[in-house]
């Protein structure tokens, strides 16, 4: 089995990241905040934005490697470098 990097605090997963994005719509569609607030979590949301994007980038690249099917057929698999 594939080893996998365990993540960190300052490396939330894809669905620690979707689950911020939800809960950000959520302030921004029913609590009316202040436009500084609003600007606030606009910019954050465009992080975690960028992030997922990344980390789907990540998942869809691995995918592809493990589905190239080597000369012989055979289905070959090789580990990605470590995300930054």
Sequence with gaps: M???T???EAEPGFEAIL???EDIVQKLESDQPSLDDSLALF???MVLARKGE???ASAEAR???VLAV???GSVESEPLPPMD
């Design 70 to 72: 080597g000369q012989d």
């Design 19 to 21: 689950k911020r994005l």
């Design 43 to 45: 910019e954050e949301g």
């Design 6 to 8: 365990p993540k960190t």
């Design 54 to 56: 990344s980390v789907l």
């Design 2 to 4: 594939a080893k996998t």
């Design 63 to 65: 995918i592809e490697k």
